[in-house]
């Protein structure tokens, strides 16, 4: 079946320190991977998505690629900022019957101090 | 605009109440879902409509019904809840294209505490 994998929160980082927050997938066929980032007290916010091998998805400075050969969606973000205090889950698209089905990590809590 | 709104914020009920969520699109999605998030979890899918058809129930009880009233409104009625259901309910809309590329945008969700 299809599975997501997350790196173990929480991510304790300062601010402009560089973020690496690690994704690895299962899946079968082709599905497309995504970053949500989820703020306290809110929804969910889409970050950036891929949805074919070696496409970057980017977004307000946070970057990943897909990578097929490794099966990892890894984000990344050059300089971090308080504001980016979150909670971040991975996730990968899979057609369910006659919609979509995303399957989610468990999430990565980042806590970014000055 | 990818903009999903959701109806209350915060709602409080007892076990006997009967209540209802709601969530809106005005992006022309014809895909809708409803999630459900306990604290520190990620979002458990609970209901999908394609076109206005309940296309995907993944065993939710009863006391979980969903309406969807035409392609921009999706409702979850409510009624003799129990504690462990307090959690906070995502709704989610896309576009419903064919293949694994369909990107589903979330609302605010609503924070519901059964007492």
């Known amino acids: 079946g299809n599975s997501v994998t997350q790196m173990e929160g929480p991510v304790t980082l300062s601010e402009e320190a560089f973020l690496t927050i690690n994704c690895t997938y299962t899946?079968?066929?082709?599905?497309?991977l995504f970053w949500y980032v989820q703020y306290p007290g809110e929804g969910l916010q889409l970050l950036l998505k891929?949805?074919?091998?070696?496409d970057k998805g980017s977004n307000k400075g946070f970057e990943a690629t897909y990578r097929k050969e490794t099966t990892s969606f890894h984000l990344e973000k050059g300089s971090v900022q308080v504001s980016d205090s979150a909670v971040y889950f991975c996730?990968?698209?899979?057609?369910?019957?006659?919609?979509?089905?995303?399957?989610f990590g468990t999430g990565t809590r980042l806590q970014v101090t000055l | 605009d990818t903009e999903v709104t959701q109806t209350p914020k915060h709602l409080v009920m007892g076990m006997t109440n009967k209540k209802s969520l709601k969530c809106e699109q005005h992006m022309g999605h014809r895909a809708m879902y409803w999630y459900k998030q306990k604290a520190k979890k990620p979002p458990e899918l609970m209901f999908v409509y394609s076109y206005e058809k309940l296309s995907i129930n993944e065993s939710v009880p009863s006391r979980f019904s969903p309406e969807c009233p035409n392609s921009s409104l999706l409702n979850l009625h409510l009624h003799a809840l129990q504690p462990e259901d307090s959690a906070l309910y995502l709704c989610a809309s896309s576009h419903r294209t064919s293949g694994s590329t369909d990107t589903q945008y979330f609302g605010p969700g609503t924070r519901l505490t059964v007492l």
């Open positions: 891929a949805t074919k091998a070696d």
């Open positions: 996730a990968l698209s899979y057609r369910g019957g006659t919609a979509s089905k995303l399957t």
């Open positions: 899946a079968t066929g082709y599905p497309s």
